[in-house]
């Protein structure tokens, strides 16, 4: 079956801009997080959702925001594009809340200059 | 709070080697681990997940992981390293209910040499 799909994979936004990033989770899984990956501070999480409701938000500024569908698709926006934003995005889905691993997508890597 | 902490920043062994990463949680409650591996601009892959129903957790690609609650380890094994093991190794954490997002580890690149 179809894995996480996550797009865009690569892109360059300006300072001031926003962005937009999709994923799609694996059929039938219903819990979708986000994680930022950077040299310095390695892989953190962003935000949960199930079944459409953020469940779960890690330590961002408000400027970082997602949504979930009813499809359990999942968007994050981030506005306000600052140069530290520059990361590899992953989006993760698991069956549901409970002792199971999640599955990664391959990562939107943003660029901000 | 729930936390994994990763011993050694890079590890190198030789192609047949033995390969040991490690691995110590913090939690309060028995924990769910994980072990992940990234590969060069790749997102993480499942190798191994521990949920009580074993101590001795065995994963993909001939890698296995031992639960020992006495020393709060979950160390990474495999016997033969490959050069095709070259990569990111990550641990991490994952807590129950409303407390179920992934806390990682800070990795561990492993090199294989000949």
């Known amino acids: 079956k179809a894995g996480v799909t996550q797009t865009p994979r690569y892109l360059i936004k300006t300072r001031g801009q926003q962005v937009t990033l999709s994923c799609s989770p694996i059929s039938g899984h219903r819990s979708v997080s986000w994680y930022q990956q950077t040299p310095g501070q390695g892989l953190q999480f962003l935000f949960e959702y199930f079944s459409e409701t953020q469940r779960n938000k890690g330590n961002f500024p408000g400027r970082f925001s997602g949504r979930q569908f009813s499809n359990s698709r999942s968007e994050m926006n981030v506005s306000t594009l600052e140069l530290g934003d520059s990361a590899l995005y992953l989006c993760?889905?698991?069956?549901?809340?409970?002792?199971?691993?999640?599955?990664f997508g391959s990562g939107t890597r943003l660029t901000v200059v | 709070a729930q936390s994994v902490t990763q011993l050694g920043s890079h590890v190198s062994v030789s192609e047949g080697a033995l390969v040991l990463l490690r691995c110590n949680y913090s939690s309060s409650v028995p924990p769910y681990l994980f072990w992940y591996v990234q590969y060069p601009n790749q997102g993480l892959q499942l190798l191994l997940k521990?949920?009580?129903?074993?101590?001795l957790v065995k994963g993909i690609n001939g890698f296995e992981a031992e639960f020992k609650k006495s020393e709060t380890s979950f160390h990474l094994t495999k016997p033969s390293a490959h050069m095709s093991d070259a990569a990111e190794y990550f641990c991490?954490?994952?807590?129950?209910?409303?407390?179920?997002?992934?806390?990682f580890g800070t990795g561990t690149r492993l090199q294989v040499t000949l």
């Open positions: 993760a889905s698991s069956l549901k809340q409970g002792p199971y691993g999640y599955t």
């Open positions: 521990y949920t009580s129903a074993a101590t």
């Open positions: 991490a954490v994952r807590g129950t209910g409303t407390a179920s997002k992934l806390t």
